[in-house]
């Protein structure tokens, strides 16, 4: 993880203190001043009274000294504020912020599909951002984070140019030792990203299997079921996503020994992202008249699951 540099001032509130929102946190505060925004529970807690204690994906150790609170209008004094919830909990994150946001720029590193769409309801559209991280992390325990990895990030607007405060973010984050370029088609990234989702995660769920499981049959062939499936939708949607497949399968390879978030969720009986994943798939795709069997399939294992 970077040392602390000298960079213009930017104050971030990330709205989300779990393993995704607290790495950010641990991170971007190296470089600059940051509030971490969550609900009372076991793991705010103990950061309102104790460093964070993170273990990085080298295994060294250290711990970060945190603002966390769990007052919403806090974000009326910053310049970015970054959604880091899970998918399912971004309506109510937004109503949260809604009341306190004048003109900063919303971003967020969600997975799934929609969130976009949320975020421009509630603020103008042009201050929208966008990214995708596989920033990997898990909170092993209140006040305990493990990084596992820092992965690569891409930032973008979807309906503006990005100009100087999206290269300002790639810089924080890359200066924080996250890779992060910026794109010009954010909208693009996040259905490749999904495309690797809808394969990876529903079928480790399901099977409760690491992911280097899916290296072969029949992990392998429910995996390019769904992702070709999912890359036709995308296609009617007007984004040809180049060997999704092989970039699904590239994942599942350099990540053989993790645990997807679904499979986390499952174990422990948490409700999942598959709406956002899958599920977004199959609303997609009967919206354009295309049949998504694989996909429905694998949405209601899930939910017979955990949901």
Avoid: C
């Avoid at 790495?23 to 964070?52: I, K």
């Avoid at 092989?246 to 174990?267: C, E, I, Q, Y």
């Amino acid at each position: 993880m970077a040392v602390a540099v000298e960079l213009s001032p930017m104050q971030v509130a990330i709205v989300g203190a779990g393993a995704v929102g607290s790495a950010l946190g641990a991170t971007l505060s190296t470089v600059g001043p940051v509030t971490l925004v969550g609900h009372e529970n076991d793991h705010v807690r103990a950061l309102q009274t104790e460093p964070l204690r993170v273990t990085l994906p080298d295994g060294a150790k250290r711990a970060v000294d945190l603002d966390v609170v769990t007052d919403h209008a806090v974000v009326t004094d910053v310049d970015l504020v970054i959604l880091a919830v899970k998918s399912y909990d971004t309506a109510q994150a937004l109503a949260d912020v809604a009341p306190f946001l004048d003109a900063v720029d919303l971003f967020t590193v969600q997975n799934g599909l929609g969130n976009l769409e949320q975020m421009a309801d509630v603020v103008e559209p042009t201050r929208v951002i966008g990214a995708t991280t596989t920033l990997g992390a898990s909170i092993a325990r209140p006040g305990r984070l493990t990084i596992e990895s820092v992965g690569t990030t891409r930032v973008g607007r979807p309906w503006a140019e990005n100009g100087p405060t999206v290269d300002a973010i790639a810089e924080r984050f890359s200066t924080a030792g996250l890779d992060t370029s910026v794109v010009t088609d954010i909208r693009r990234a996040i259905w490749e990203k999904v495309l690797i989702n809808v394969g990876i995660n529903p079928v480790t769920a399901i099977g409760q299997v690491e992911n280097g499981a899916l290296r072969r049959d029949p992990g392998r062939s429910l995996l390019e079921a769904a992702v070709r499936e999912g890359a036709r939708v995308a296609a009617a949607a007007g984004y040809r996503i180049e060997a999704p497949v092989t970039k699904a399968l590239d994942v599942v390879a350099a990540t053989a020994g993790n645990r997807s978030s679904m499979l986390r969720d499952v174990d422990a009986g948490s409700r999942t992202e598959i709406a956002a994943l899958n599920g977004a798939i199959v609303e997609q795709g009967v919206a354009l008249g295309l049949p998504v069997p694989v996909n429905r399939t694998l949405t209601g294992a899930v939910y017979l699951l955990a949901g």
